[in-house]
């Protein structure tokens, strides 16, 4: 046998037939050098006829034994003296093994036209969105008829399913909230430090902080926090349960999903934020506080004095109005999104991400909204 | 490298002891794998055939003992043998684990392309190749996983598994989920590669038809560790109260029968 090698082989004439001479390791690692050189000399054979001895193969793969089949069935048929000679046993049958799957298998799909390709994904976009609103107008009505006909049937309510779902996404979400609104609060008393002072109008930075806080961001970065804390997890829980079957479990029981994995879900969230809501709001308004106290010497007492003179109610009760309609929307997009999960892991990625952007888009638009509402009723 | 009988051993597991935390899965288990064979692992379910295939392949290190294949020690080898080792070895696993993001015909290729320089238009041709000889249809190589079936799913694992022609097979119950004809056509597959290919094949299985029609010999896990090895005679001989229960429950003596009457069949044939 010939010495061990890189695959390699030699091109010549036996008679009429073309012979090719393989010498070396037909591995699959090997074969990236010669499969250029291979390919010509296919073309190059078609039509005529080809002896290929493998005889000079030291170790032969099914990798190996591929192009040598691919070659010699590059043309059919070959004429009456072409072969393949001088296998050893053992590459024989790799040789047989690999002959009936040389049909080609379709692995890329073919090209087409990228500005039709774009165009077409354009439509598909704008007809996709037009349904998924479709569908989320249906599957907010269909919670709702769902929670009037539970409302209907106390002993329906899931108390268990409910009182968890407030711990998990009420009270477990509060250090954070809090956190953030203090440190929020404390930024804005700084920012308006800075600029009240040059007018000598440190004062007024208790109105500035109290307004913001309660009538916006208090409740505005629980319900952020919550769409990117607790509305992702209702898409992923649900969705990994759809994966599973576990939706179609409940159907068959003669279990409503809305019923059993919605209504506890949305009710605890729309329960629980407005209790977030005013926890966010207090402590933006400590932040504010304590940060007026340090760097303007507005004391606490003085601060809250101003508050009760200069600040309406109205102000926490706008902030406050606006948390469960927040959450409403949270909710019931993540149980949304986790139903319209299909197939593999990847879909319910995309669906977790597009539940958390679609939450933050649409508790940004009822805010608007509820703008635009005070301010033409004048609260 | 240890000779034992006639062939050698590719994986030897010695003294082997898993554990999850205080739960001990194994404890002093042995056990050959032959260059050549089909060795079938049984036992109850829980007692750990899956845990010892993964501390075989490297995704659980034994608390104790010793794994080595082709004679090097896995868990103890620098990265760069370690890598050598996989590239010797295709794996199976129960629900196929193919990338949900690629399809079939790129899940194939992902070993390929990752562990060969090869110009993509060959590459595509062993992609090809693997597909179809894992049994599957032309069109399958443009399917997602989410579109196939349990069975399609685990013979384009399969394909994927014999991307880089390893010299050892591992599968995880490679006929559970499958239809009598399609596990019989999987059990078919398998001992044609292993021939064809000279695979050594290490199957963690529950099928009884398998074990008659592809193992060449059977270990069986109880009690923490592998109570007999052998053929399926010289299983049957240790008197094992699990074994005796094993395959002399009904479905054992069907698949017995089932495997006699095919013998005699052949047998006939061969006359």
Not at chain 1, 288 to 303: C, E, H, N, T, Y
Not at chain 1, 317 to 331: E, L, R, S, T, Y
Not at chain 2, 23 to 36: A, C, I, K, T
Request: charged residues 20%; contains cysteine; negative net charge.
């Amino acid at each position: 046998m010939a010495a061990a090698g890189p695959a390699d082989f030699d091109i010549g004439l036996e008679g009429e037939a073309l012979k090719l001479t393989a010498r070396g390791d037909w591995l699959a690692r090997n074969l990236g050098r010669i499969d250029t050189r291979l390919r010509d000399f296919e073309d190059d054979s078609v039509g005529r006829d080809l002896i290929i001895d493998v005889s000079g193969i030291d170790k032969l793969d099914t990798a190996g034994a591929m192009v040598l089949q691919r070659l010699f069935h590059a043309s059919e048929p070959r004429g009456g003296a072409s072969a393949i000679v001088g296998a050893s046993p053992g590459h024989e049958a790799l040789l047989k093994q690999v002959e009936p799957h040389l049909a080609p298998v379709a692995v890329s799909p073919g090209r087409r036209n990228a500005f039709l390709m774009m165009l077409n994904r354009l439509g598909q976009g704008v007809v996709d969105a037009y349904f998924a609103s479709l569908q989320i107008l249906s599957f907010i009505g269909l919670t709702l008829v769902t929670a009037a006909r539970v409302a209907a049937l106390p002993k329906r309510f899931r108390l268990t399913s409910i009182f968890y779902h407030m711990e998990e996404t009420g009270l477990n979400a509060v250090p954070i909230i809090g956190l953030m609104c203090f440190l929020i609060g404390a930024v804005i008393a700084f920012m308006g430090a800075k600029i009240l002072k040059q007018f000598g109008a440190e004062i007024f930075v208790v109105e500035m902080v109290a307004i913001g806080v309660l009538r916006e961001l208090g409740v505005l970065l629980a319900a952020i926090l919550i769409a990117g804390r607790s509305g992702s997890a209702f898409t992923a829980q649900i969705g990994s349960m759809k994966l599973r079957e576990e939706i179609d479990a409940l159907k068959v029981l003669g279990l409503d999903p809305i019923e059993v994995l919605v209504l506890p879900r949305v009710f605890a969230l729309v329960l629980m934020m407005p209790v977030l809501a005013f926890i966010g709001a207090m402590l933006g308004l400590i932040g504010g506080g304590l940060v007026a106290w340090r760097s303007l010497d507005i004391s606490p007492a003085l601060f809250l004095v101003r508050m009760q003179e200069s600040i309406a109610m109205s102000n926490f009760w706008v902030g406050i109005i606006k948390a469960p309609f927040f959450a409403f929307a949270i909710g019931v997009v993540g149980c949304f999104q986790g139903m319209q999960v299909e197939g593999s892991a990847e879909s319910l990625g995309q669906r977790t991400t597009l539940s958390v952007v679609q939450a933050l888009f649409l508790v940004i638009v009822i805010d608007a909204f509820f703008a635009m509402f005070f301010l033409e009723i004048d609260y | 490298m240890a000779k034992n009988g006639s062939a050698k051993n590719v994986v030897e597991v010695r003294g082997l002891k898993t554990q999850f935390d205080d739960f001990v899965v194994h404890e002093n288990l042995d056990l050959d794998l032959r260059e050549g064979e089909i060795l079938g692992i049984v036992g109850g379910s829980g007692t750990g055939k899956s845990v010892l295939l993964r501390a075989i392949i490297g995704l659980k290190r034994p608390a104790a003992g010793s794994i080595r294949v082709f004679g090097d020690d896995f868990y103890a080898a620098s990265v760069a043998d370690r890598r050598r080792i996989e590239q010797r070895w295709g794996v199976l696993f129960q629900g196929g684990a193919l990338f949900s993001s690629l399809t079939v015909a790129q899940n194939v290729m992902a070993p390929i392309n990752e562990h060969l320089k090869l110009p993509h238009a060959l590459a595509v041709d062993i992609a090809a190749l693997k597909i179809s000889m894992a049994g599957l249809p032309v069109d399958a190589g443009l399917k997602y996983p989410s579109e196939l079936s349990g069975g399609m799913a685990k013979r384009a694992g399969l394909a994927r598994a014999l991307a880089l022609d390893p010299e050892i097979l591992f599968l995880d119950e490679p006929t559970a989920g499958l239809d009598p004809i399609g596990a019989h056509r999987f059990d078919e597959l398998i001992v044609n590669l292993k021939k064809s290919l000279g695979l050594t094949v290490f199957m963690v299985t529950h099928d009884l038809d398998t074990l008659y029609a592809a193992c060449d010999r059977i270990a069986v896990i109880a009690e923490k560790r592998v109570i007999a090895c052998g053929t399926i005679d010289e299983v049957l001989q240790t008197g094992h109260p699990w074994i005796e229960e094993y395959f002399g429950g009904p479905r054992g003596r069907a698949a017995y029968l089932g495997h006699e009457a095919e013998g005699q069949e052949e047998g006939r044939r061969a006359d």
